[in-house]
């Protein structure tokens, strides 16, 4: 049990939960670029990424004189969104520019490595619908979906790979699940390499293009955009 409290009391300093949450992205950020995304001193945001570290939240790696952190895993990424999906509503933005980049995350962002919001929502009913995922007894790919992800995602997954294929994670803005797992990392590596979603600003908000509406709509007969 000790265990679990430990890990429970990383997440319990809102300074700490903020950088997790900002990780979230699935990219390695400076101590500073936290700092100033937390609003708080260089020495703090040090001192906390030290212990969410040494906690195994976080993995670091230096490169000179920067020091750069990002999500220890998937592990790592899928509890923090769990824990953040069992959380109250967040509290009112404060001013236009919170709100604004609220709105926009729970439209589409990234969890880690895979799509979230109402954009994933939408895409792992889509694959639902579609026979390429079946949740009938426990969460599968169907090899109609294997063919899927081969054809129109260049992607095989290779056998005895650690990662599973597919998992759900629960979505903490739409409070159901979108699809994580090799087959969620592949399907948003493409979305963003063929530009159906494009990032907006430095956050973890993206934004379907119009070649990406046209793409989901042609591949998954789903409606976004």
Known sequence: MSSISDTASLLADRTRAAF???????RAWTAGE???SAGVSAS?????????????????ERQGRHRYVRLAGQEAASLIEAVASYAPASPRPRNLRQSG???AEARARTCYDHLAGELGVALADAMVSR???????????TPAGRDWLAEALGYRHAAGTRRPLVRSCLDWTERRSHLAGAMGAALCATS???QWVR????????KVTPAGAGAFRDLLGAEVG
């Open 192 to 194: 963003l390499e063929r």
């Open 44 to 60: 703090t945001a040090s001192e906390q990424l030290s212990r969410l570290v040494e906690g195994g939240l976080l993995a670091e």
């Open 20 to 26: 997790c949450l900002a990780l979230l992205d699935g």
């Open 199 to 206: 990032r907006i600003g430095s956050g973890r908000a993206v």
């Open 101 to 103: 980049q609220a709105g």
């Open 131 to 141: 026979g390429l995922v079946s949740d009938d007894a426990g969460l599968t790919v």
């Open 34 to 36: 936290l700092a100033r």
